[in-house]
């Protein structure tokens, strides 16, 4: 069993500082994650996600036992498992339409130097991965988890984060070959 550090401990303990230096280290980390997970999902908007994550981890902080740096695997999963629950619950209700976009080999991903600009281009790249791919890659090379964060945040084992992640960069590296 991991032993709590300092940080971790005062915040279970309540305490306001710890609990704003959890919430620095890791607020818009979450938020582009969550942003980026779901592009297309109107109804489960980024910013309530993250808002919803970090109450159920105040809520639930007596239950985990580790070190600030696990605590954003910990914090990611929370934020998973309620993306999918609004996920199924906007699609029990479907209130816009979704576009499903679907792989093609052959499709070229435009560069950023052409007319998509930056947030666009990145989410037309992440649009010719698999969700699975998507959610490893945007944790590891847009938010910057490790493997092991990733793997808590996405409920996987930490050899199926790498190579998830390895033919995610293989598939974007044959777009970019073609572009």
Do not use: C, Q, Y
């Given at each position: 069993m991991t032993r709590d550090d300092d940080l971790v401990a005062a915040a279970k303990a309540g305490d306001a500082d710890a609990w704003r230096e959890l919430y620095r280290a890791h607020a818009g980390r979450l938020l582009v994650w969550l942003e980026h997970r779901s592009p297309t999902d109107t109804a489960a908007h980024a910013e309530d996600l993250a808002?919803?994550?970090?109450?159920?981890?105040?809520?639930?902080?007596?239950?985990?036992?580790?070190?600030?740096?696990?605590?954003?695997?910990?914090?990611?999963?929370?934020?998973?498992?309620?993306?999918?629950?609004?996920?199924?619950?906007?699609?029990?209700?479907?209130?816009?339409?979704s576009e499903t976009i679907a792989y093609d080999a052959d499709r070229a991903i435009p560069g950023p130097e052409t007319s998509v600009a930056g947030d666009d281009w990145v989410r037309a790249?992440?649009?010719?991965?698999?969700?699975?791919?998507?959610?490893v890659v945007t944790c590891m090379d847009v938010v910057g988890l490790d493997s092991a964060a990733t793997?808590?945040?996405?409920?996987?084992?930490?050899?199926?984060?790498?190579?998830?992640?390895?033919?995610?960069?293989?598939r974007l590296r044959a777009c970019f070959a073609t572009a």
């Open positions: 808002s919803e994550t970090w109450l159920t981890a105040a809520r639930k902080v007596s239950g985990f036992h580790g070190t600030s740096e696990e605590f954003a695997g910990w914090l990611f999963g929370i934020a998973r498992k309620l993306a999918a629950n609004a996920r199924r619950s906007s699609g029990r209700r479907r209130t816009s339409p790249a992440l649009a010719v991965l698999t969700p699975r791919e998507r959610d793997a808590e945040a996405l409920g996987m084992t930490a050899v199926a984060v790498r190579v998830t992640r390895h033919r995610a960069l293989k």
